[in-house]
T-cell receptor, first 114, second 111 residues
Framework: LAKTTQPISMDSYEGQEVNITCSHNNIATNDYITWYQQFPSQGPRFIIQGYKTKVTNEVASLFIPADRKSSTLSLPRVSLSDTAVYYCLVGDRASGAGSYQLTFGKGTKLSVIP | DTGVSQNPRHKITKRGQNVTFRCDPISEHNRLYWYRQTLGQGPEFLTYFQNEAQLEKSRLLSDRFSAERPKGSFSTLEIQRTEQGDSAMYLC?????????FGPGTRLTVL
């Protein structure tokens, strides 16, 4: 299973754009990059997933360079409610039979400051 | 609302007691997972069900742990003879293709 490395913590002021970078040097050809968000005392919540280039949804953007050895989650204009732990995961998509369990690292604890 | 409920949300027990947690997906999904999360760590995979069949178990799942998913709908996770090291958040997740939806978890405290 591909391992990921991301900063342990980050601080940001409200209204700023936050970029969290994740390294995944051993990503496999079939692996997708997925980010989850977790608030205290809640289960992780899917944010965004991508394979290459750029993906954008109503919550975030995901930038993936051509070599796919890293990815950057971009949160536009964060608010206090974005304070959470953000996990970067790599793995194959659940498109066929099999387990597809998720392998989480320690994540990045984002603190948004007023 | 992720479509997954877990009960109880909190459980405090004494060492040596047995505990059982329940996971109820709102809608039917073939895949159901259990994870465990300790403080400061990401969730760790425990076991996986494809419908009612338990197809994969992590080495973390000792003999004191047992999980079931009768009829392929809700699932239960039982821990026998609890130990203080079992204190953690136990998360259930369902999986349509490409992402997993997690329940709110059951926080277990073993005194």
């Amino acid at each position: 299973l591909a391992k990921t490395t991301q900063p342990i913590s980050m601080d940001s002021y409200e209204g700023q754009e936050v970029n969290i970078t994740c390294s995944h040097n051993n990503i496999a050809t079939n692996d997708y990059i997925t980010w989850y968000q977790q608030f205290p005392s809640q289960g992780p919540r899917f944010i965004i997933q991508g394979y290459k280039t750029k993906v954008t949804n109503e919550v975030a953007s995901l930038f993936i360079p051509a070599d796919r050895k890293s990815s950057t989650l971009s949160l536009p204009r964060v608010s206090l409610s974005d304070t959470a732990v953000y996990y970067c995961l790599v793995g194959d998509r659940a498109s066929g039979a099999g387990s597809y369990q998720l392998t989480f690292g320690k994540g990045t604890k984002l603190s948004v400051i007023p | 609302d992720t479509g997954v409920s877990q009960n109880p949300r909190h459980k405090i027990t004494k060492r040596g007691q047995n505990v059982t947690f329940r996971c109820d997906p709102i809608s039917e999904h073939n895949r159901l997972y259990w994870y465990r999360q300790t403080l400061g760590q990401g969730p760790e995979f425990l076991t996986y069900f494809q419908n009612e069949a338990q197809l994969e178990k992590s080495r973390l799942l000792s003999d004191r742990f047992s999980a079931e998913r009768p009829k392929g709908s809700f699932s239960t996770l039982e821990i026998q003879r609890t130990e203080q090291g079992d204190s953690a958040m136990y998360l259930c997740a369902i999986s349509p293709p490409n992402e997993q939806f997690f329940g709110p978890g059951t926080r277990l405290t073993v005194l």
